[in-house]
């Protein structure tokens, strides 16, 4: 055994990765809206929140945030101000992009699995992918998004929220 103070390892990484998460409760009377689309529910419900509520949308930011040690989408936008009262999220994310590119960044790839029971969202993941890659600045081959239920088991097999997890891959410019 040594007595030297171990080193740190200085190491360089032109790759970062991040994970996001949302959730939001469905309730009655407001839009649903994920990807930028805005969707029907069988039972007539959207999600609730203080801007669209987007989970998708939501969770790609918190990776991107997050791959940056940036903090979350709240430190940005907080849900007490009103300038972001019923916000379009893919405009905030926009701006969450600019950061990013701002710090020297750029995007290698997003992924997403959106979590819901109902409505099918198949026939929608590629008007999804098709708007979050225009808004990020990347080919929409580059934006996976996926859907499943929660087999009824917890708030979503419930019918009582959507929720979404994302990841980011940003390689330094």
Not at 67 to 74: C, E, H, P, Q, Y
Not at 91 to 99: N, S
Not at 131 to 150: E, S
């Amino acid at each position: 055994m040594s007595n030297s103070t171990p080193q740190t390892p200085v190491t360089t990484t032109s790759l970062r990765i991040g994970n996001g998460y949302d959730i939001h409760r469905l309730v009655p009377g407001r839009p649903l809206i994920l990807g930028g689309q805005q969707l029907e529910h069988p039972a007539g419900l959207g999600l609730d929140g203080h801007s669209d509520a987007d989970v998708l949308v939501h969770a790609i930011m918190d990776a991107l945030l997050g791959a940056l040690f940036l903090g979350d989408i709240g430190k940005y936008f907080p849900p007490d101000d009103p300038q972001w009262k019923g916000a379009d999220s893919l405009v905030l994310l926009e701006q969450v992009v600019a950061l990013v590119k701002a710090r020297g960044w750029g995007v290698v790839n997003v992924d997403a699995v959106l979590i819901a029971e109902r409505p099918k969202l198949k026939p929608h993941i590629e008007a999804m992918r098709s708007a979050i890659a225009l808004r990020i600045g990347v080919a929409p081959d580059q934006v996976g998004v996926k859907a499943t239920t929660n087999e009824k088991l917890g708030p979503e097999g419930r019918e009582e929220g959507i929720s979404c997890q994302a990841v980011a891959l940003l390689q330094a410019l």
